[in-house]
């Protein structure tokens, strides 16, 4: 009998050059180019290096806006008027505290020393134990207000248990951003920081149809509720070809340790193969304006609180890598992305590696939840189809004449 391998190589390989072959659509791999949702919610071009968010230019908005008015953006197709917005903070700030269950469960995931991310991705199933029987047709964000309130919660209430400390209870008097950095801290953020982290939130909102968000509006597209459809994105995000590694590029700039070593340093790194960590999108040709934003807001908050030294060492070591990677990779316009300035501002912010991802997630989920409302909108199930490429087999045979 022949094994997987083998049948695989003697199948017949589809064509993945055109939209139909012989009648029948063509397989593209990883959905490249393939067009599967309409949205408003943001617009990514990656030759032009712009990033849409509800129809503002993330350079206008990122760095003015709260991270509670570009969700409301989002999820009600426009900015809000003052008293919309208090209206939505205050619902916000209400449904932070967790279920007594959800705490014992991180609980028992600090005994494990599980992983920041894991943690997350098991409690956010349980984050509606106390509210998912209810079913508020009168406001279709009521459940979404809960699971984006809880998320911060979750991953503060974790860290601090994982590192042998008793959580804070959220305080109702601060915004998300604020509150986030109290709960793992215990401390008042200043005012730099509270601006820091909310640019970055806004930044990483949503970014076109990822793979996270793909999956979200997948699992949506069947009816379920939201909050399966927040654990299904989390557990994309949660692989590292769609997370990211923020915290290597960090890493390489502590390596680094002072602007004379970085040449000596990155050639080292590209002359062996290596990747350099923090440069290149998939997507972006040209530099990752979510870097851009990011790079300008980490220089604000490391001058009002932080280390300048070290910011000056990464404006160093981005110059060196984006000019050496020209030299080395010709023509691929190899630019920095979100992940290096990512690194930076939340290291500035005092944030560990571990909380980086999470961090992220904390954001994207207000976009996840808003691609489930558009999905929702259309009632259309997510039914791609696929191409059969093993072999068609013989006639049935008893387990005893099997070879």
């Known amino acids: 009998m022949k094994s997987n391998t083998a049948q695989a190589a003697t199948a017949v390989q589809p064509t993945t050059t055109n939209d139909q072959c012989n009648g029948h659509s063509v397989y593209k791999p990883g959905l490249e180019g393939v067009v599967a949702a ?10 032009k290096g712009e990033l849409l968010i509800g129809g503002y230019r993330l350079e206008e908005l990122a760095a003015n806006a709260t ?47 599980i992983p920041t991310m894991t943690a997350l991705r098991m409690a956010a199933g349980t984050i509606d134990i106390d509210s998912a029987n209810t079913n508020d047709n009168s406001d279709p964000t009521a459940q979404a207000q809960v699971i984006l309130a809880r998320l911060p919660t979750i991953v503060a209430t974790y860290w601090r248990l994982a590192t042998g400390q008793e959580p804070f209870a959220p305080n109702p008097t601060l915004n998300h951003a604020a509150n986030y950095l109290y709960m793992l801290t215990g401390q008042s953020p200043t005012s730099a920081q509270v601006r820091g982290l909310e640019t970055y939130l806004n930044t990483v909102i949503d970014h076109g149809l990822n793979a996270s968000t ?10 379920t509720d939201l909050t399966s459809a927040v654990v299904g994105a989390l557990g994309a995000l949660k692989g590292p070809l769609h997370g990211g590694a923020p915290g290597p590029a960090l890493d390489m700039v502590f390596d680094i340790g002072q602007p004379a070593h970085a040449e000596s340093y990155l050639r080292a790194k590209l002359a062996s193969g290596e990747r350099l960590m923090g440069f290149g999108h998939r997507i972006y040709r040209v530099r990752d304006p979510r870097a851009e934003v990011l790079a300008q807001e980490a220089a604000r908050m490391f001058q009002a609180d932080g280390d300048m030294a070290l ?30 300035y990512t690194a930076l501002l ?58």
């Open 346 to 403: 939340l290291h500035g912010l005092g944030l560990e590696t571990d909380l980086f991802t999470p961090t992220f997630a904390i954001s994207r989920a207000a976009g996840w939840l808003a691609h489930c409302f558009e999905q929702q909108a259309t009632g259309r199930l997510i039914r791609p189809q696929s191409h059969y490429i093993g072999e068609r087999k013989g006639g049935w045979l008893p387990i005893e004449q099997r070879n």
């Open 38 to 47: 309409e949205t408003a919610l943001s617009h990514v071009d990656g030759q």
């Open 311 to 340: 910011y000056e060492l990464a404006k160093t070591v981005e110059a060196k890598a984006v000019a050496l990677l020209a030299e080395y990779k010709p023509g691929r316009n190899l630019q920095t992305n979100v992940e290096f």
């Open 214 to 223: 793909f999956a979200a509006r997948v699992i949506i597209a069947t009816a």
């Open 67 to 113: 991270f509670e008015e570009v969700v409301y953006l989002l999820w009600h197709g426009s900015l809000p008027q003052q008293s919309a917005l208090e209206t939505f903070e205050k619902s916000l700030a209400t449904q932070r505290a967790l279920p007594p269950a959800v705490v014992q469960l991180l609980r028992a995931a600090a005994k494990e020393q």
